[in-house]
């Protein structure tokens, strides 16, 4: 593996850019070669934190950049698939934020443009890259919590309101990946409805609730918002035996397990509120001890050494259009009013 840092430009130096830039400037495997946005203001900021760096105004002038070996794509979704395209194009290695396209032909697009031109081809699913999803994976798959039965997520808040995807294609993504990773499988059928209130004119729903069917009968639940008073980024998986809650707002325990479960016996008649208490199994609450670590920072290191190694990153482009076929049979679904919709995967292409 070569010990040179590697050379990173940014595209799209917004809201989000400028986490990229700070965690490629920290990363001591790579080094941040470029900023590039067409927004000057947005430039000039950057400008001044990184007197070292390049910065351009046009995605042309960055991919001329003799010191860009890879590009992170962080400009608006509808865009992602035009500028990773024009990245792998230019020989360059891209991570590109989430969704990795608004299309599953465009995900495809770009994997094969990728394998093609042996560049590693990462999205930015960044819990994937967190370590306390990786301690609840662990958890989970230690059988601690006993079967999985079903798992909801809520990922709510007022703001940020997108202009060119819904609350579902912004948010969900994460809880995709998320569930994915954990139950170490992907859903046969999902449902989706939506709410429109903020954009009910252009159809964009601003509220989704979202249900992802396993093959092995698990369910995990969804719920989305923009618009909503309460900013809740949280995961609760059931388990038979225990209950095990993630929140991934909590700083200083983010997880919690219950030891709670129903008896064998919580359905037969009883004669007494005591006599049913004992049904109901409740123990002691577990907070384990976890570091906390920037997701970004990991996410930025795992790209450099998929980059050197040339092995798939974890969040790589198969992943990547395997969350985008999902959002689409969600989308259909929401379409229908919430039926249930299969999701086909066979477009994905053979390795
Ligand atoms: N992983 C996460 O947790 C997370 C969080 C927030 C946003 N995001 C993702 O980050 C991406 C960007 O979101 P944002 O909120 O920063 O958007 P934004 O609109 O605030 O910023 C996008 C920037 O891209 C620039 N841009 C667009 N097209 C350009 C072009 N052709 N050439 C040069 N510059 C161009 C714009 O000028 C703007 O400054 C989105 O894909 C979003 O989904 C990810």
């Known amino acids: 593996m070569s010990e040179a840092p590697l050379g990173i430009g940014v595209l799209g130096a917004g809201y989000w850019g400028p986490n990229l830039i700070r965690n490629v400037a920290a990363c001591p495997d ?24 390049r910065f351009h105004a046009r995605l042309e002038a960055l991919l001329e950049d003799p010191g860009v070996e890879a590009v992170i794509v962080a400009t608006p979704a509808r865009r992602h698939a035009e500028h990773a395209l024009a990245v792998l194009r230019s020989g360059r290695h891209a991570l590109v934020e989430k969704p990795l396209a608004s299309s599953s032909a465009a995900t495809r697009e770009l994997v ?19 370590n306390v999803v990786a301690k ?29 995807v819904d609350a579902l294609w912004n948010l969900a993504p994460h809880d995709i990946s998320i569930a994915g990773f954990l139950l170490d499988a992907r859903p ?4 989706a409805t939506g709410l ?20 092995n009968g698990v369910a995990a639940h969804g719920h989305v918002s923009w618009l909503d008073p309460l900013k809740v980024r949280q995961h609760v998986v059931v388990g038979s035996r225990r209950m095990l809650v993630y929140d991934d707002m909590s700083r200083d325990a983010p997880i919690t397990i219950y030891d ?6 919580f359905l037969q008649p009883f004669s007494s509120f005591a006599e049913f ?38 969040t790589d482009g198969i992943h990547g259009m395997e969350v985008v076929l999902i959002l689409e049979a969600l989308s259909r679904s929401m379409a229908t009013g919430g039926g249930e919709v299969a999701v086909d995967y066979s477009s994905i292409p053979l390795p």
């Open 196 to 215: 429109s209130y903020i954009r009910r004119e252009q159809g964009i729903a601003d509220v989704s609730f979202f249900t992802l069917h396993y093959e």
């Open 30 to 53: 790579a080094r941040l070669a470029a900023v590039c946005d067409a927004n000057e203001a947005a430039l000039a900021k950057q400008r001044a934190q990184y007197p070292d760096a």
């Open 112 to 130: 094969i443009e990728a394998r093609h031109r042996k560049l590693t081809l990462m999205v930015g699913h960044t819990f994937l890259h967190n």
């Open 277 to 314: 208490s004992t049904r109901i199994r409740a123990g002691d609450v577990e907070r384990p001890a976890i570091a906390l670590e920037e997701p970004l920072a990991e996410e930025i290191r795992h790209f450099v050494r998929s980059v050197r190694s040339a092995r798939p990153p974890r």
């Open 188 to 191: 046969v059928r999902v449902q």
């Open 136 to 164: 609840v994976r662990e958890i989970l798959a230690s059988g601690a919590l006993g079967e999985v039965l079903y798992l909801y997520s809520q990922r709510l808040n007022l703001g940020q309101v997108r202009h060119d």
């Open 260 to 265: 709670k479960s129903v008896e064998k016996d």
